[in-house]
């Protein structure tokens, strides 16, 4: 079994910034693609971030420049910092990780319990 637990997020003013981080543990062969997910009121789940194993990062046109996703294999976690943050950007951040699994060297695709961020105006 593997345990996602998600820390950070919060309520800051538009312009600040924030960061949220998310930490697996369990029974871990390795971690592939990880990747920070939004969901705000009434919308769909859209990606905001991710990074491969390799650690190459994609963005959205939406926070491209303004976000910024890392990871620390050694720790199986992945980190999002939040700049010139919007009223837009508030939402539930979830993260996702394509994980390995030890014991059935199978992939599972696993969600964090979510944060809220929210900016004010």
């Known amino acids: 079994q593997v345990q996602l637990v998600e820390s950070g997020g919060g309520l800051v003013q538009a312009g600040g910034s924030l960061s949220v981080s998310c930490a697996a543990s369990g029974s871990i062969f390795s971690i592939l693609a990880m990747s920070w997910y939004r969901q705000a009121p009434g919308k769909q789940r859209e990606l905001v971030a991710s990074?491969?194993?390799?650690?190459?990062?994609n963005y959205p046109g939406s926070v491209k420049g303004r976000f910024t996703i890392s990871r620390d294999n050694a720790k199986n976690t992945v980190y999002l910092q939040m700049t010139s943050l919007k009223p837009e950007d508030t939402a539930v951040y979830y993260c996702n990780l394509k994980i390995i699994m030890k014991m059935t060297m199978t992939i599972s695709d696993c969600w964090g319990q979510g944060t809220q961020v929210t900016v004010s105006s």
């Open positions: 990074v491969t194993n390799g650690g190459s990062p």
